[in-house]
C-alpha cells in the first residue's frame, strides 16, 4: 500500500532554496511612485480648492491689465511656457498689484496655450479681480477652471496606471504568501481555490484588471497626441472627459473580450487530496496520482528580464508509469520559482530528489526530472 495518507494530511517536504520574487520590490516602488503621483493629484486638488474658495469667498472689484506676455523656459525636455498677465485695481484709494490671472496657470509645452490666455488679456483691459477682503493683495482675475490644462487628465492617467499596477502587484504578492504559507514560494499567484481536500491552480495569465490597466494607460497615452494635434490648446474638460472616457470603456471592454474568447478554454489543474486524483481542465480526467513516476520542469527564456535576472516560462509536466505525458501547471517567474514548483509537486506526489537552480541560455528550454519513489507497507 502507498503511503497515500501522507497526501491525504497534505505532508510537505522541505524544498531546497527559498525563491526570491520581484514582486515585493515593485511594491516598494509602487507606494513610491504613487506617493509621487498623488503629490500632484494633491496639487490640482488644492488649486480647485482654492478657485472654490475664491469664487464662494471673494470679493470683486474693477481693475485694468497692465501687462501680458508669454513666457518661455528652457529645460532638458524642451522648451516650456507660461503666461504671464499682470493686473492693479483701487480700493479706497489705494492701488494693489496682481500677477494671478489663474490658480491652473502652470509652464507646459504648449506654446498655443499660454497665447490664448494673453490675447484674453490684452494690455489695458478692463477685468474683475476678485479678492480675499481679509488681505486685499491675495487677488485673482479667474476664480473658474476655464485656464485649468484639461489634458492633464489623460497624461496624469498612464502615471496612474503604472502606480495602481504595482502597488496592486506588490500587495497581492505579500497577502498571497501570507495565505500560502511555506507554499508561497510555489504557488502564489496560481492558487484559484484551496482547502485541505481540494486545490486548484490556473496557469500564469494576464488577468482582468492588468489587462485594464495596461490598456487604459496606453490609450490614454496615445489620446494625449490625438487630442493635442486634433484640437490644440482649445480642448475643454468636457470634451477631454469624454476622450478619457471612452479610454475607460476600452479598458472594460477589451479584458471582456479576451475572457469571451477564452471561455471554456481556461487551463486549470484541479487537485484532489481525498481521491488521490488529478484533472487538468479541460482536456484531462482524473489521473491517479499513485500511477505517477516522473514530475518534469521545463524552463524557457522568452528574453524578458525583470531586476536583470532572466523571467522564466515554467512548465510542469507529470508521466505515468506507461511513459504517458500530463501537463499540470504553466508558471512564470525566475529560475528558482520553477524548481521550487517541481519539488512542490515531487513532495506532495511522494517524491524524492530535489536540484538546485539552474543557468538557462536565452531561447534554450531546460529540462529537469524527479522521480517518484512509492514505498508499499
Known amino acids: ?17 527559498k525563491p526570491k520574487n ?13 506617493l509621487v503621483v498623488l503629490g500632484f493629484d494633491g496639487f490640482i486638488g488644492y488649486q480647485f480648492w482654492r478657485a472654490y474658495d475664491a469664487r464662494t469667498r471673494f470679493l470683486a472689484a474693477e481693475g485694468e491689465v497692465t501687462a501680458s506676455w508669454v513666457e518661455s523656459s528652457s529645460t532638458s525636455d524642451g522648451m516650456t ?4 498677465v499682470e493686473y492693479e485695481f483701487v480700493l479706497n484709494g489705494t492701488t494693489y498689484y ?6 491652473f496657470s502652470i509652464s507646459t509645452s504648449s506654446r498655443g496655450h499660454a497665447e490664448e490666455v494673453v490675447k484674453r488679456y490684452p494690455v489695458g483691459r478692463r477685468v474683475q479681480v476678485h479678492y480675499d477682503p481679509g488681505e486685499p493683495e491675495d487677488s485673482v482675475l479667474e476664480v473658474d477652471a476655464r485656464s485649468f490644462p484639461s489634458i492633464a487628465i489623460l497624461f496624469l492617467t498612464p502615471f496612474h496606471c503604472i502606480g495602481i499596477g504595482f502597488l496592486a502587484g506588490g500587495v497581492g504578492e505579500v497577502v498571497g504568501r501570507r495565505r500560502l504559507g511555506e507554499d508561497a514560494d510555489a504557488l502564489v499567484g496560481l492558487v484559484a481555490k484551496r482547502s485541505r481536500e481540494r486545490l486548484v491552480l490556473r496557469d500564469a495569465h494576464w488577468r ?18 490625438v487630442v493635442a494635434i486634433g484640437f490644440g490648446s482649445k480642448v475643454g474638460v468636457q470634451s477631454v472627459l469624454w476622450v478619457w472616457g471612452g479610454c475607460v470603456g476600452a479598458g472594460l471592454l477589451v479584458p471582456g473580450l479576451i475572457r469571451m474568447k477564452q471561455a471554456g478554454r481556461h487551463s486549470i489543474l484541479e487537485i484532489n487530496w481525498l481521491d488521490g486524483r488529478f484533472t487538468r481542465k479541460p482536456k484531462s480526467l482524473g489521473i491517479s496520482i499513485v500511477s505517477i513516476k516522473t514530475i518534469r520542469l521545463e524552463s524557457r527564456d522568452n528574453g524578458t528580464t525583470v531586476n536583470d535576472k532572466p523571467w522564466l516560462t515554467h512548465t510542469l509536466t507529470a508521466i505515468d508509469e506507461a511513459g504517458s505525458e500530463h501537463l499540470l501547471v504553466v508558471a512564470k517567474g525566475y529560475g528558482e520559482r520553477g524548481n521550487a514548483l517541481r519539488d512542490w509537486f515531487a513532495a506532495r506526489f511522494e517524491a524524492v530528489g530535489e536540484g538546485e537552480a539552474e543557468e538557462v541560455e536565452p531561447n534554450m528550454p531546460v529540462v529537469s526530472e524527479v522521480e517518484i519513489n512509492r514505498t508499499d507497507t
Do not use: P, Q
Open 98 to 103: 496682481g500677477d494671478r490671472h489663474s490658480y
Open 208 to 225: 482582468g484588471w492588468v489587462v485594464f490597466l495596461v490598456v487604459l494607460g496606453l490609450t490614454s497615452f496615445v489620446s494625449i497626441f
Open 1 to 17: 500500500m502507498t503511503r497515500l495518507k501522507d497526501i491525504k494530511n497534505g505532508r510537505r517536504r522541505r524544498v531546497s532554496g
Open 22 to 34: 520581484g514582486l515585493g520590490c515593485f511594491g516598494c516602488f509602487g507606494v513610491i511612485w504613487m
Open 81 to 84: 511656457y507660461e503666461a504671464r
